[in-house]
Nanobody
């Protein structure tokens, strides 16, 4: 059973940067596609970055990367804005799944989430 654990969230000032980590255990991420999602209070969970997709609101500011040796995926977030405040989740699904990567229902495994707060 694949398990995902996010870390790296916190409080940051507008314009600052954070790097979120998504560490996997119980399986190799080589067989999975990873998506990053976020959910702000009162809003639906939205896809932030997955595959070659980046939401328009984060394009040019957020970048996904992988370290296969560490079985970990990262979300580098730069030029953070107050509207980026949310709980951020990583999720995994088998690589053969063809559905749009922004659909939360297509992911089998989820981390517990990490809070990102952008405020002065």
């Amino acid at each position: 059973q694949l398990q995902l654990v996010e870390s790296g969230g916190g409080l940051v000032q507008p314009g600052g940067s954070l790097t979120l980590s998504c560490a996997a255990s119980g399986g190799s991420l080589d067989y999975y596609a990873i998506g990053w999602f976020r959910q702000a209070p009162g809003k639906d969970r939205e896809g932030v970055s997955c595959g070659s997709y980046s939401a328009d609101s984060v394009k040019g500011r957020f970048t996904i990367s992988r370290d296969n040796a560490k079985n970990t995926v990262y979300l580098q977030m730069n030029s953070l804005k107050p509207v980026d405040t949310a709980v951020y989740y990583c999720a995994a699904r088998p690589r053969f799944v063809q559905a749009m990567c922004t659909m939360p229902s297509t992911y089998n495994y989820w981390g517990q989430g990490t809070q990102v707060t952008v405020s002065s």
